[in-house]
């Protein structure tokens, strides 16, 4: 994803009412033609509340920008060219806002910062017309008092604090009235974009339904309008979560450096002069940004032309989505792996083994739990069947009522009240977002049986296994047909296909199945097998031209990584196959698996086996020489 700083976020989203450069200045003597846009408001007091807050934040491209020096009064006193919408003195609450709270909370945290050590930080924005001192803040503005400075922190910390609260005002409120190129309130109407990238419409002397006022004040770096209020800032799904305490833990997630990266774009940027060190000033960085959660989940939740639903949990809800989530990703301290299929074992085992440590787990169980929660917020209402994605009533409605619904990862969230509301979204009021809607979750309501654990049908041409005393390594996947189904044998086999493992000789057949992405929860395990003689060429004759009528029986046991009876299970012996039909046999109604098997380390893969074994006494004792298996079926066990 491409996102471009905030020098120049929309330099390339020009409209017909607006110049096609930012850098092209346009000197339209009409009104106060000889000043800037910025001495234009600082002049005009009517203005002197925005004015302040121009004057008290500073340029950042993001909330990490700590180098960022330029007051927002002083790029506006550049030679550039801007549109700015000024609201009115008293048209917004300039003075209790929370915009000015955030100020003086992050001037609260800077100067905390300095208690602690001496850091490299930059100057406070300065008044360009006296740039030797501070700008002074409003002394009507409120005092931070019902703040309390967090205690413990270092000075990092508490300066990336405060350059977030900062961020918060310059994006959500400072942005949200400025554009790069210059546009005609009377043109007609056109679609805005500002430099928080928002899209805003102006139409009929208004900006999204606010006043604009008449005068029009061109200045030598663009042009400056006053308007009725302050633009509503459209919140998308990622503001909605940075804009709150409430969603802190999540936030941190998303915005840790190990996963948040950005890397600077020189190709795509212009380029201005060199400083006297001999180094490329540029005059609008574009950077090339890019998370390694979101980007895994699919879900562009900062970009405004994509339509999102998400599950938000706060802070407290969180907690309860770690507890659920972490126990499905339980590591053990061992894994066997690099399987070979001729012997049906893993060949790194014992000493050669892949082992952990305890806070190996523990690291490991923590990052994925993360990425699991995270990953499966989003849902995209564009594959929602016969729904108008514009239409939001029928956004909400599909989402509270189907039977199912797919995250951008392809995890389904099953209904649990099928035909109903799901309980999942029941009775929370969903936040409409510049990008969709947000479901907050105060609970973390999601049950890992209706989304995480798997249903998986491995069906004959998707089973994989290793077998022993088997004419065929692997099994001969057969198909049905017209001339070969033994239409006496009732029931239906997937794609008319099923899996059939001849006894090679004299030996004990063994197949191990292997039981791919198994979290450490409870299944249910069924296996569906099917009579041989369902096909007509596997009818066996004695040698007077008779049918031999066979009665199989056969065992299975669940093998973990280590080739031992996985702990709290048993055997299954003798379990009889149904010889006029097909049928699903469930092996195991309710067995835990104490181990995770999901997540490892690349290029380490291991998992537990379904063993299905006939033994030579149940050869003879059921005239059978083959087992035809269609499937296994392991689901999650839902109370």
Not at 466 to 480: A, D, E
Request: proline fraction near 5%; charge should be negative; glycine fraction near 6%.
């Amino acid at each position: 994803m491409v996102t471009r700083s905030l020098v120049g976020a929309s330099l390339l989203l020009g409209v017909c009412a607006c110049t096609d450069d930012h850098f092209d200045v346009v000197n339209n003597p009409v009104m106060g033609g000889n000043q800037t846009i910025w001495q234009n408001i600082k002049g005009n007091p009517e203005l002197s509340e925005f004015a302040n807050l121009l004057q008290r934040t500073r340029v950042m491209k993001n909330e990490d920008d700590r180098n960022a020096t330029q007051s927002f009064a002083s790029l506006l006193d550049q030679p550039q060219s801007f549109t700015v919408w000024a609201p009115l003195n008293g048209t917004f609450d300039a003075t209790k806002a929370k915009y000015n709270q955030l100020l003086l909370e992050a001037a609260a945290l800077r100067e905390a910062a300095g208690n602690v050590q001496t850091p490299e930080t930059p100057e406070p924005p300065v008044d360009p017309e006296n740039p030797g001192n501070p700008e002074t803040p409003n002394p009507d503005a409120p005092t931070p008092s019902s703040y309390e400075v967090p205690a413990g922190l270092t000075a990092e910390q508490y300066l990336d604090l405060a350059d977030q609260k900062e961020y918060q005002v310059v994006n959500q409120f400072v942005r949200n009235h400025i554009s790069r190129f210059q546009y005609q309130s009377l043109a007609g109407a056109q679609d805005v974009r500002l430099m928080n990238t928002k899209n805003s419409v102006l139409s009929n002397n208004q900006l999204n339904g606010l006043p604009i006022g008449n005068d029009v004040y061109y200045s030598t770096n663009g042009s400056l309008y006053t308007l009725q209020g302050a633009n509503p800032f459209a919140f998308n799904i990622f503001d909605f979560i940075s804009s709150s305490e409430n969603y802190s833990t999540l936030y941190g997630i998303l915005t840790d450096p190990q996963v948040d990266h950005k890397t600077f774009w020189a190709a795509g940027s212009t380029e201005g002069a060199m400083n006297e060190n001999g180094e490329m000033v540029y005059v609008d960085s574009v950077f090339l940004y890019n998370n390694d959660i979101l980007d895994a989940a699919g879900a562009q939740i900062k970009n405004e032309d994509s339509v999102y639903v998400a599950l938000i949990p706060t802070n407290s809800a969180w907690d309860e989505a770690v507890e659920k989530v972490s126990a499905l990703y339980t590591y053990g301290t061992t894994y066997c792996y690099d399987w070979d299929e001729e012997t049906g074992k893993f060949l790194k085992n014992g000493a050669n083994a892949l082992k952990f440590t305890k806070a190996e787990m523990d690291s490991l169980q923590s990052l994925i739990t993360n990425e699991t929660i995270i990953r499966n917020m989003f849902f995209t209402p564009s594959i929602f069947t016969g729904v108008n994605t514009a239409d939001s009533a029928q956004v909400i409605n599909y989402t509270l009522h189907a039977d199912s619904l797919k995250s951008t990862t392809g995890t389904t969230f099953y209904n649990a009240n099928k035909g109903g509301e799901n309980p999942l979204f029941a009775g929370i009021n969903p936040v409409k977002a510049s990008n969709g809607y947000v479901f907050p979750l105060e609970t973390y309501r999601v049950d890992p049986a209706y989304s995480f654990i798997n249903h998986t049908e491995n069906q004959a041409a998707f089973m994989t296994c290793s077998t022993t005393g088997c004419v065929t390594q692997g099994g001969q996947m057969i198909t049905l047909t017209d001339d070969n189904r033994n239409t006496e044998v009732l029931g239906d086999l997937a794609d008319d296909r099923y899996s059939y493992y001849a006894v090679s000789g004299n030996s004990k057949l063994t197949i191990r199945f292997r039981l791919n992405n198994i979290l450490s929860a409870r299944y249910k395990i069924t296996i569906q097998m099917a009579p041989n003689r369902i096909n007509k060429d596997h009818i066996r004759l004695d040698q007077n031209g008779d049918t031999i009528v066979e009665a199989p029986k056969f065992d299975v046991q669940l093998l973990g990584d280590d080739m031992k009876t996985i702990s709290g299970t048993k055997a299954v012996k003798n379990i009889q196959i149904d010889q006029d039909k097909v049928t699903n046999i469930v092996l195991y109604e309710d067995v835990f698996f104490p181990k995770n098997y999901v997540g490892l380390p690349s290029g380490y893969s291991s998992f537990p086996m379904l063993e299905v074994s006939m033994t030579l006494a149940q050869q003879k004792s059921g005239n059978c020489k083959a087992l035809s298996i269609g499937k296994i079926i392991i689901e999650p066990v839902r109370d």
